[in-house]
């Protein structure tokens, strides 16, 4: 039988690793969510819906560090220093596009009624209360210093698995934003550099040869009724 | 400068998988600090600063008059 002491640490630590798990599964649902309407439903980000994402990927940055190079302090307060800026973030956006004004709206679809920042801000919340709570009740800095993930196999697979998805969704938005953004400004125009890679010199006549194409259905008929003129008036001559 | 932001994210995740605490730490140091530039970049209007104008933070004298007891 194990003795009390033990039980107890076995307690915190795997509380803990399911916490750290469930915000780290939330972030990456969201994430995804939010990427899903980006490429399915064409609704380009915004930079302040940009920099929300790079709050949630730091808040996950937190926990991953803490499952691969061991619990630390640091490595929470990363995670609610990141919690913070999304709050900052998401109030701000909220405060810019709560009164609908010329060139300020509210940008993509609603869900349940409440657009991306004013989600940004309830996750924000969410995120420091749930981080508030979990220090209060579980503490346990010193247990959680000496746990050590590769105890618990499913665990482990599980947060390499979720490691290497955010790790894919970063590079997956790296790569988006050099499209939309370039390095400039970004706008929810357009994928800057996919805008200007067909409006180049060497495309220039692209509107002329689409406008070809379409008109060439056209142009075979006329072609055919001009053949079958030219039969019919040979007939007439013989 | 948003992708310096993205690519410092992703060295920043990339170092913290492969263990490199240090080089994991100060990217994600440089993360926040460009997020945090960024965002102050982008919320500034050379017309109102950082202010908020159309937002109302004063009630209007004439409406609060009504609702005063006689």
Sequence with gaps: MKPPYAVHRNLIIRLDDAFLLAVMLGIAAILTAAMTLQYANGELPCPLCLLERVALFGVCFGILLNFRCGFSGRNTGCSLLFAMLLLVVSVRQTLLDIYPRPGHAYIGSAILGIHMPVWSIIIAVALLTAYALKLALLGGDEILRNADVSAQPHVKRLVDLLGLYLIALVAINLVSVVLQCGLGECHTFGYKLLTASSAGPASSAAPDSAARRAAAPVRACARAARTVRAAALQLRSR | ?70
């Design chain 2, 1 to 70: 400068m948003m992708v310096a932001v993205f690519a410092a994210l992703l060295c920043a995740f990339v170092a913290g998988w492969f263990a490199h605490r240090r080089l994991a730490a100060a990217c994600i140091a440089a993360t926040f600090v460009l997020a945090l530039g960024l965002f102050l970049y982008e919320v500034y209007s050379p017309e109102y600063g950082f202010r908020m104008p159309w937002i109302r933070t004063h009630a209007d004298p004439t409406a609060v008059s009504q609702h005063v007891p006689a």
